[in-house]
Nanobody, 130 residues
Framework: QLQLVESGGGLVQPGGSRRLSCVAS????????IGWFRQAPGKEREGVSC????????NYADSAKGRFTISRDNAKNTVYLQMDSLKPEDTADYYC???????????????????????WGQGTQVTVSS
């Protein structure tokens, strides 16, 4: 059974940076696409970014393009979300999720449809405030 644990959240000033980590246990991440999602108070969960199993395909929400970078290190069973130029509207609980396992997820362009992801972490809170 795949388990995901996020870390790296905290308080950061506007314009600052934060790197979130998603560490997997119980299974290799190679055959999973990984997505980062977030949910702000009173708002629906939204997709932020995703990466396929091989790492050669990524996808970003418009709100994340140019500011966030997703990457993965399959040897460490870890996926990262580097967040730069943070804004107060980035304040949310951030969740990583896994879609798989499937050989298809190695090569398929990843998607930000949360209902397709079948494993979820508990989340890490990011607060952007001065």
């Amino acid at each position: 059974q795949l388990q995901l644990v996020e870390s790296g959240g905290g308080l950061v000033q506007p314009g600052g940076s934060r790197r979130l980590s998603c560490v997997a246990s119980g299974s290799s991440l190679n055959y999973y696409a990984i997505g980062w999602f977030r949910q702000a108070p009173g708002k629906e969960r939204e997709g932020v970014s995703c990466i396929n199993g091989s790492g050669d395909s990524t996808n970003y929400a418009d709100s994340a393009k140019g500011r966030f970078t997703i990457s993965r290190d399959n040897a460490k069973n870890t996926v990262y979300l580097q967040m730069d130029s943070l804004k107060p509207e980035d304040t949310a609980d951030y969740y990583c999720a896994a879609l798989g396992p499937s050989v298809l997820q190695l090569f398929r362009n990843c998607v930000l449809r949360s209902y397709e992801y079948n494993y979820w972490g508990q989340g890490t809170q990011v607060t952007v405030s001065s």
